[in-house]
């Protein structure tokens, strides 16, 4: 999660994903490309990682569905 929208927006989506999932991990920086944790996670090949983000081609999970093979995980730019 961007560091402004940590300390300031109570509302966007990194907030509201923490609310609304269960094993919710919030992470907060501008840059994660040297972030171990991070990195560890989408490098697991037992795990498929999504950004949540809006956009007119973005996948609408009410409508589809993204695997159950592996753990799913979502990140919130």
């Known amino acids: 999660m961007h560091p402004k929208e940590f300390k300031k927006t109570k509302n966007g989506t990194g ?34 990682c999504y950004t949540l983000y809006p956009h007119e081609n973005s996948i609408n999970l009410n409508n589809e569905a993204i695997g159950k093979k592996k753990k799913i995980l979502l990140f919130s730019s």
């Open 15 to 48: 907030h509201f994903t923490n609310l609304s999932l269960d094993n919710c991990e919030i992470h907060v920086a501008i840059d994660f490309t040297a972030h171990t944790a991070i990195n560890a996670i989408i490098n697991d090949p037992s795990n498929i």
